[in-house]
């Protein structure tokens, strides 16, 4: 069966968007607008998988909005809101609790690292994340998912519970009518130089939000001469830049920001090597702070030009939020019917 193209993407409402979050996903969110309707999630509900102080997260809600906004995306002609407005994405969440199996969840590596060396403390959402984003991208039968390298296996598994309530309901499924498969087995959108952003201080390290190092990262957030300062103290090697690009391999943090800046100004590692092959950190970084500050400036601007209307926001969000609403009552209708729930 032909599924109608869809992109589903989500990101976490759990401290600063930093560059890792823009290059790897929200740009890509931006640029596929054109291509597809899409539907942007802040997932709140993931957030709480780990603790987060009641008082801090519609802050942090508003923020990544604001951020999906000042980014270019249109909540008018595509879809933007938080999780937790719609109650589907939990209901879906527990029957793939059902599909999926312990094995399957035992691998996924970002619970060992979230969960760390003490993992019976951990909270029984942390481990059971991947079953609630299957259901978030699976509600909404979408079909693409733009996100970061870090989330690969994670839509992994979110191909193998449709595969498997496909094959294990397959006679509900066309006996209502549903044709041969119910759920699309979604493909990842993985691309481009920035896929994995790493920090700022050691090239070997993801740029994460958790990192206690502000110096780590570049926050959407950040003004035009934190921007510089980061950059300018952003770890190099002693050598001058490759004109190869063979070369970065073993110069991850010379990899890194010939990475970032290829992403910023829409080229490719070699084209940028083309242009600095040769040429000393200090020329490249100053090139580097200027493409930064003029993406990242006026983006950070309108981040807080929004989020001084937070009833605007909220306005985005419920209107967001009663439109995926009708997309997945559909879904979750003919998953009760499915699975063989009484429903009325
Ligand atoms: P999160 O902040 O974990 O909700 O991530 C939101 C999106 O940003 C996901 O698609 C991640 O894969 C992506 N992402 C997070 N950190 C990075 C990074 N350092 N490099 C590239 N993409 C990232
Ligand atoms: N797990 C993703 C992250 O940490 C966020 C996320 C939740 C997501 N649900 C999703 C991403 C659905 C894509 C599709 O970055």
């Known amino acids: 069966m032909a599924f109608k193209q869809r992109v589903f993407s989500g990101v976490q409402p759990t401290g600063n968007l930093h560059l890792g979050n823009y290059l790897g996903a929200v740009v890509k969110f931006v640029a596929l607008q054109d291509l597809y309707d899409c539907i942007y999630c802040v997932v709140d509900m993931h957030?709480?998988?780990?603790?987060?102080?009641?008082?801090?997260?519609?802050?942090?809600?508003?923020?990544?909005?604001?951020?999906?906004?000042?980014?270019?995306?249109?909540?008018?002609?595509?879809?933007?809101?938080?999780?937790?407005?719609?109650?589907?994405?939990?209901?879906?969440?527990?029957?793939?609790?059902?599909?999926?199996?312990?094995?399957?969840?035992?691998?996924?590596?970002?619970?060992?690292?979230?969960?760390?060396?003490?993992?019976?403390?951990?909270s029984v959402g942390l481990y059971a994340y991947p079953s609630l984003m299957a259901a978030d991208i699976l509600l909404y039968r979408a079909t693409h998912v733009p996100v970061g390298e870090d989330q690969k296996q994670h839509l992994e598994l979110t191909r193998d519970v449709a595969q498997k309530f496909n094959n294990d309901y397959a006679a509900s499924i066309t006996g209502h009518g549903f044709g041969e498969a119910f759920f699309p087995l979604p493909e990842p959108l993985i691309q481009g130089p920035a896929t994995r952003v790493m920090s700022l201080r050691d090239g070997t390290k993801k740029m994460s939000k958790s990192d206690a190092s502000d110096y780590s990262r570049i926050n959407l957030t950040d003004d035009a001469d934190t921007i510089a300062q980061k950059i300018r103290k952003a770890k190099t090697d002693p050598h001058p830049l490759p004109a190869d690009e063979k070369e970065l391999a073993a110069r991850p943090e010379a990899d890194n920001l010939v990475g970032i800046y290829a992403a910023l100004a829409g080229r490719t590692r070699a084209d940028v090597l083309g242009e600095f092959g040769g040429a000393q950190f200090s020329a490249f970084k100053a090139a580097l702070v200027d493409l930064s500050v003029a993406k990242l400036g006026p983006i950070g601007a309108e981040m807080k030009k929004l989020v001084q209307d937070p009833a605007y926001i909220d306005s985005v969000l419920a209107d967001g939020a009663e439109r995926a609403r009708v997309i997945a009552d559909e879904t979750m209708n003919a998953v009760k019917d499915i699975v063989g729930f009484i429903r009325h």
């Open 47 to 122: 957030a709480i998988t780990v603790w987060q102080d009641p008082t801090e997260l519609p802050r942090a809600t508003r923020e990544v909005t604001a951020a999906f906004l000042a980014c270019g995306i249109d909540p008018k002609k595509h879809i933007v809101f938080n999780q937790s407005q719609v109650t589907g994405h939990a209901e879906l969440a527990w029957v793939f609790n059902c599909v999926a199996r312990l094995g399957w969840l035992n691998r996924m590596t970002q619970f060992k690292e979230k969960a760390g060396k003490d993992r019976e403390n951990a």
